[in-house]
């Protein structure tokens, strides 16, 4: 049989279909109601066996496969929670919790970590549920499994609400997570030893034998590599081999299944052992990998495959990989099927299925770079739907990085055997695995050093993912009728279209920038100030960029990019950081590492006409006042619209800018201090007129803000009150006559009407 005839008879196997309706049908839970998905169950089921009572067998796929779509609808389907659910407490609230570990605690610094707790009881009631936990100082001995209690804040969790922004939330609802909280680490108390299972009782061997015998960032590397384990790899490495595209030999996925497989299969063929007797040791071996590792998607479905591909030696019989793949995704699925979503999944099965689908050429050399290529070209819409990143140097740094890896992932697992053996034979085993770490290291940094390395692009939508998986699908198929030209020309066009037609929709945000229209939003970036500017020519000015620096959860890196490159912005006109609080400027660094900026305002203050919209700074002459009353305020202005951002400035600045009679009024007033009592004085706001009034605030703040009497103030104006705590990201859009203002959280918008001669 010739290749291009085993991959076709490979790819038509029967499970395909069925995991791919069922996904469909996952992808669709939140549109279909589960009575109507019940009512289509049964009517495809139905349909089914009357075709194949009437003998047209041919015509029975089309309803079972809309039958399994709705089963996997049903599927995602959310159940209510039981009633003695941790989520249906009333929250926020502080409680003692008594709870088991469901996993070992994870540490990002030392002195903060993230606990899984599964709920025994909350303030002596019995409960259930899960509750991720954070925790603030050195965390006393813990390991999964063993019983605490903590004195902890309970809360919902809540994330960034803003467009173009992962939604943590909806993440840890998917994970069964409806509850979280923060305590201090003096707080927990161990209810008995730890007495950690015996795959977390490896994984610690395996990582403190990793921290003894090698530097700190190689034992970082080999943590990834052998156990996907990324929390001692320090930063910068771990962006290195983001932006050399080689990031993924870092989580576990079927490389290291097959290079774990295959090690133990080779030694035990070695030995004598038969094959039967090696396919056993080989799933014996990938089945206890796995529960060292942890149920991660990717994890899951190499070994699922892995044990299938060996069990078909065992029964003497070809192993299907297509088959493979789709047993795995149905069951992964059918388990968890909020993993349709998780990133982890679908960049492993995009991958897989990208190598099992492409031709393969002859040569060492060639089938590597064809790998590399057939694994890029499939994962690239999921790259730049959930990181926004189009790797340039991935398919030839692969070439370098994956043999490294591989060799340095077989040598950490016999290291791991070696240092429970004895010092010596682990000293030879580290000993060879270290200049492996520091060639893998040398070539991520190389890569990543290549000027454009990295390419960030808005995250293509619907249509532009379907119009690419057309085209790859095209030219698969035009490949495949190489022979017939007339078939394999009408394919390779309508490949080509499909993929024109992907790349224009995909840059629709870039092309359209700059309609005329000026857009202020103000981002949800929790207790901070973080606010875009597009000015009417699509130029974007950055005012302030929420939270950031060391141990800190980085609102520029998180929030602020990932929305201006979903909006097409690729470069900033100018950045402004009104004053140094660390909930304003903090995330100012990460952008001015993200994007190439023309021009920095941060001491500056004269008027600048930008794009047809005219940004004045404001900076109140306060002198040896506050830094707070020091801070710079921007006025932007269109027409009959102008928005006043007042960032932190208090009555003593207010007071001076009135003295000073600066003009003041505004159609839109980014509230000062995060709505603080200090601020939006009644002299103030009575200069101001304001129509509507935002408040950027973060949910559950430690300071009481907004205060009630900030609010009182501002309903005694007439404005028109938003805030990013309940409303998430606030965007105003004004073509200098009407004003709309939206609310990120629910999308309602408002608008209201600047010239009495424009009908809203």
């Known amino acids: 049989m010739s290749l291009t005839s085993g991959r076709t008879s490979r790819l038509t196997m029967p499970l395909a279909p069925l995991a791919v309706a069922f996904a469909a049908g996952i992808a669709l839970a939140p549109w279909i109601a ?36 709705m089963l996997g609808a049903l599927r995602a389907t959310p159940a209510p929670l039981p009633p003695d659910h941790v989520g249906r407490l009333p929250l926020p609230a502080t409680a003692r919790v008594e709870a088991r570990l469901a996993a070992d605690p994870i540490a990002w610094a030392p002195d903060r970590a993230r606990l899984a707790l599964d709920v025994e009881s909350v303030d002596g009631v019995p409960r259930s549920g899960r509750i991720s936990l954070g925790l603030y100082g050195p965390p006393p001995p813990l390991a999964e499994g063993q019983r605490i209690v903590v004195d902890a804040r309970l809360e919902r969790p809540v994330g960034f609400r803003d467009p173009g922004v992962f939604d943590v939330a909806a993440r840890l609802a998917r994970e069964g997570i409806h509850v979280t909280g923060s305590a201090s680490a003096t707080r927990v108390v161990p209810l008995e030893p730890p007495a950690p299972p015996w795959p977390a009782r490896v994984r610690r061997f395996a990582l403190a034998a990793f921290a003894e015998r090698l530097p700190p960032a190689s034992a970082g590397l080999l943590g990834g590599l052998v156990l996907g384990n990324r929390t001692a790899l320090p930063a910068d490495v771990q962006d290195a081999f983001r932006r050399a595209g080689v990031f993924h030999v870092l989580a576990v996925s079927g490389f290291n299944v097959a290079l774990l497989a295959g090690a133990v299969w080779t030694l035990a063929r070695a030995a004598g052992s038969g094959r039967r007797t090696a396919a056993t040791g080989a799933i014996v071996a990938v089945l206890g990998f796995a529960a060292v590792v942890g149920p991660e998607p990717s994890v899951i479905r190499a070994t699922i495959m892995a044990v299938l591909v060996l069990a078909a030696v065992l029964l003497d019989r070809e192993a ?24 982890g999944f679908q960049l492993s099965f995009a991958a897989t299925a990208g190598i099992v689908a492409a031709p393969m050429p002859r040569g060492t050399m060639a089938a590597a770079l064809a790998v590399s290529l057939a694994a890029q070209l499939a994962v690239l819409p999921v790259a730049l739907v959930h990181f926004n990143q189009l790797s340039t140097v991935g ?87 190489r022979a017939r030209r007339g078939p394999c020309r009408t394919l390779a066009a309508g490949a080509t279209l499909a993929l024109l037609t992907a790349a224009a929709l995909a840059a629709l945000p870039i092309l359209t920038r ?23 020519d699509g130029r974007a000015v ?52 993200l994007f190439a900026v023309t021009e920095s305002w941060d001491d500056a203050a004269r008027p600048r006409s930008v794009g047809g919209a005219l940004l004045t700074p404001i900076v109140p002459d306060v002198p040896g006042g ?24 208090e009555a003593a600045g207010e007071r001076a800018l009135l003295e000073a009679r600066i003009p003041l009024g505004a159609t839109v007033l980014k509230v000062g201090h995060h709505g603080a009592a200090t601020s939006s004085t009644a002299p103030f706001l009575a200069a101001v007129r304001p129509t509507v009034a935002i408040v950027s605030v973060g949910a559950r703040n430690l300071y009481g803000h907004p205060d009630a009497g900030t609010l009182a103030r501002l309903g005694a104006v007439g ?11 606030v965007l105003v859009e004004t073509d200098g006559r009407t004003l709309s203002v939206t609310r990120w959280s629910d999308r309602s918008v408002e608008r209201f009407c600047l010239d009495p001669e424009t009908i809203c």
């Open 34 to 69: 589960p009575r109507a998905a019940w009512a289509l169950v049964a009517a495809g089921l139905a349909a089914t066996v009357l075709v194949l009572v009437l003998g047209q067998a041919a015509h029975a796929l089309a309803p079972l496969l809309a039958a399994i779509a």
């Open 320 to 343: 299907s990989v297509t088959n493979s793949l789709a047993l795995a995704a149905l069951a992964i699925l059918a388990a968890r099927p909020g993993d349709l979503l998780d990133p």
């Open 395 to 481: 398919i030839i740094a692969n070439l370098a990085a994956v043999p490294l890896a591989g060799a340095a992932t077989v040598l950490g697992l016999l290291a791991v055997v070696a240092a429970a053996v004895g010092d010596l034979a682990a000293a030879a085993a580290f000993g060879a695995v270290w200049p492996l770490l520091l060639l893998l290291r040398a070539v991520a940094a190389l890569a990543a050093a290549v000027p454009g390395a990295v390419i960030r692009l808005p995250a293509p939508g619907a249509g532009a993912v379907i119009a690419y998986a057309a085209g790859l699908g095209g030219a698969l198929a035009a490949w495949r009728w």
């Open 514 to 536: 700059g309609d005329g229209r000026l857009r202020v939003t103000v981002l949800d970036v929790g207790q901070g100030d973080a606010i875009v500017v597009e000015t009417p």
């Open 542 to 593: 950055v005012v302030d960029a929420g939270a950031g620096g060391p141990w800190r959860l980085d609102a520029g890196e998180r929030a602020v990019a990932p929305f201006l490159w979903n909006r097409g912005v690729l470069a900033l006109h100018a950045t402004l950081t009104t004053h140094a609080d660390i909930d304003h400027a903090g995330g100012m660094a990460a952008l001015r590492r």
């Open 626 to 649: 506050r830094r707070n009353d020091r801070a710079t305020m921007l006025r932007v202005e269109l027409g009959l619209a102008s928005v006043l951002l007042a960032s932190d400035v």
């Open 719 to 729: 404005a028109r009150v938003y805030r990013t705590d309940r409303d998430g990201a």
